[in-house]
DNA sequence: CCTAAAATGAAAACCGTTGTCAAAACTGGC
DNA sequence: GCCAGTTTTGACAACGGTTTTCATTTTAGG
């Protein structure tokens, strides 16, 4: 993944972008996955950084209403959190080992939602669509190890 | 829906069917939508029913283990449940007001899947799509009240 | 019946997350 | 620079869905 490039920076969207702020979505774009807000919290402690927890929970909340983070739930209901390089719509596959995820595009796919929503009277569509699988690296070190 | 359609009733699948078990799938299966373990619960209490939470909790996870109903998340981290009709892979499209579900199959997102996976090297891929509207009903109803 | 194994349920524990509130850090005037 | 008003911060408590614990009840086989 890139991991620098920034938006909007200095300016913030809605909010005024804090020095915290500033410091999660850094140490978010550090990170090639998706990461819990703990993760990101110890990550940051780890580093020296002089945070507390509820700021970071607060400070990714706010990245992603602002649509500079995105956010995916785990299978066991954990907020993830990913500081993508594109802000316009896209999908993600995602390592479910390593956590490597790849943004993809997917036209097609926003065609058939929308043709099947529209098929049972159904408006106002969203969807949500993300792929898991084994990244090779990760494929190669199991087979390997 | 069709709502009576049951699965190998009275063996189960790895678990036997209890008298519980068979109560909570039996609810389950007269609701449209997805509902969570606390929706069930209520209801069965109102219906006069006897039994805990836990067991509701506990019934509706072997449920999903064997396959008999499909589980989900909402955007607040609240696992939902639903009878499907299909024991077979499909998707789902959930009003997002009322919660009526239609289950639909869609091929060709199984093979786009499956080659984006595949073009980055990943392997063993699994997905989630589920497509979220306001169907006609709740849009009636949201223009005229 | 009688016993062993499984299921049940009330209450406690868990855990990610959000609310509370006082202290600290900015803001735009003077 | 200093001040009043506002926003942010963070330790801690509270919340809510879910899981664990453990004593009791039910079920399945002899």
Redesign the pocket.
């Known amino acids: 993944m890139s991991g620098t490039r920034v938006y909007g920076i200095g300016r913030g969207e809605g909010?005024?972008m804090?020095?915290?702020?500033a410091a999660v979505r850094e140490t978010l774009s550090r990170n090639d996955g998706f990461r819990?807000?703990?993760d990101i919290y110890a990550q940051m402690r780890a580093d020296g950084?002089?945070?507390?927890?509820?700021?970071?929970?607060?400070?990714?909340?706010?990245l992603a209403e602002s649509g500079q983070v995105d956010v995916l739930?785990t299978d066991?209901?954990?907020?993830?959190y990913r500081a993508c390089a594109t802000g316009s719509h896209h999908h993600h596959l995602v390592c479910r080992n390593c956590g490597r995820t790849v943004e993809v595009a997917g036209p097609e796919i926003e065609r058939w939602a929308e043709s099947v929503g529209a098929e049972h009277g159904f408006t106002a569509m969203t969807h949500t669509v993300e792929i898991f699988g084994t990244c090779a690296t990760c494929a190669a070190v199991a087979s390997a190890g």
Chains 1, 2 share one sequence.
């Open positions: 909010r005024p804090t020095s915290r702020r819990s807000a703990q950084a002089k945070i507390g927890l509820t700021t970071v929970y607060r400070a990714l909340q706010t739930r066991d209901g954990e907020c993830v």
